[in-house]
C-alpha cells in the first residue's frame, strides 16, 4: 500500500512568514494526526482528526496554527504568523479506528525559521 | 494518566555486542505499547507492538520487546546490534479514547549508535 504522503520536504521562512504543509494519508484510515518534533525531543501531538472532525486540538497554539481535514482525506497544517521556535519537523500520521493499530508516519517536513 | 519515561537518552554499542534499550511505562490500565525507530530524515517506523497478547513481542529487524507488568517495563533487545541499526528510536503508549480511536504519547526517545 502506499505510504503517508507530505510536503514539502523542506521549507525555510523568516519569522511572522507563514507556511503551510500538506498531507495526504493512507487510503481508508480515518484518524490523521500532525505531530511537531523539535530537535532533539520526541514528537508531540499537535492536532488529531478522525474523519474530518477534530478529536484532540488541546495542544495546538491555536493563535497561531490552524489544520482542516477536508472532506476527510487530505489535511493541510498552517503556522501564520511563524515565531523562531517553530523550527521542527512536522510529521502526519494516519491509522485505523482501533488502538491497537500502529501508526504510519510521512517523512515529515522540515521547518526552518529564521 | 498514561506516560513513558526512557530511561538512557543515548546508548552506544559495538556491532555484534547485544543492545538493550529501556522503557518504563505509566498506565492506569492495561496499555498498548509501541517502539518506533527513526533514521535520519526519515519517519517513524513500527518496530514491534504490544497490546495484551503473548508478553514477548517479536519485531522486524531482530529486535524484541517484553512486557513486564510488574515492573512496568517494556525494554527493547537486540541480540547482535548491526551498523544499520544506528537509529533514534522511541518508546509509545497508546490512550484509548473509549475504543474509537487512539493517541499516542512518545517517551522522549534514545538515540542509538552502533561502533565498528
Known amino acids: 500500500e502506499a505510504g503517508v504522503a507530505q510536503s514539502p520536504r523542506y521549507k525555510i521562512i523568516e519569522k511572522r512568514q507563514s507556511v503551510a504543509f500538506w498531507c495526504n494519508p493512507i487510503?481508508?484510515?480515518?484518524?490523521l494526526y500532525w505531530y511537531q518534533q523539535i530537535l532533539g525531543q520526541g514528537p508531540k501531538l499537535l492536532i488529531q482528526?478522525?474523519?474530518?472532525?477534530?478529536?484532540?486540538d488541546s495542544q495546538l497554539p491555536k493563535d497561531r496554527f490552524s489544520a482542516e481535514r477536508l472532506k476527510g482525506v487530505d489535511s493541510t497544517l498552517k503556522i501564520q504568523p511563524a515565531k523562531l521556535e517553530d523550527s521542527a519537523v512536522y510529521l502526519c500520521a494516519s491509522g485505523k479506528r482501533d488502538y491497537n493499530s500502529p501508526l504510519h508516519f510521512g517523512n515529515g517536513t522540515r521547518l526552518t525559521v529564521t | 494518566a498514561q506516560s513513558v519515561t526512557q530511561l538512557d537518552s543515548h546508548v552506544s554499542v559495538s556491532e555484534g555486542t547485544p543492545v538493550l534499550l529501556r522503557c518504563n511505562y505509566s498506565?492506569?490500565?492495561?496499555?498498548?505499547l509501541f517502539w518506533y525507530v527513526q533514521h535520519p530524515n526519515k519517519g517513524l517506523q513500527l518496530l514491534l507492538k504490544y497490546t495484551s497478547a503473548a508478553t514477548l513481542v517479536k519485531g522486524i529487524n531482530g529486535f524484541e520487546a517484553e512486557f513486564k507488568k510488574s515492573e512496568t517495563s517494556f525494554h527493547l533487545t537486540k541480540p547482535s546490534a548491526h551498523m544499520s541499526d544506528a537509529a533514534e528510536y522511541f518508546c509509545v503508549v497508546s490512550l484509548n479514547y473509549g475504543g474509537a480511536t487512539n493517541k499516542l504519547i512518545f517517551g522522549t526517545g534514545t538515540l542509538l549508535a552502533v561502533q565498528p
Open positions: 487510503s481508508g484510515h480515518a484518524t
Open positions: 498506565s492506569s490500565y492495561s496499555p498498548s
Open positions: 482528526f478522525q474523519n474530518n472532525g477534530v478529536v484532540d
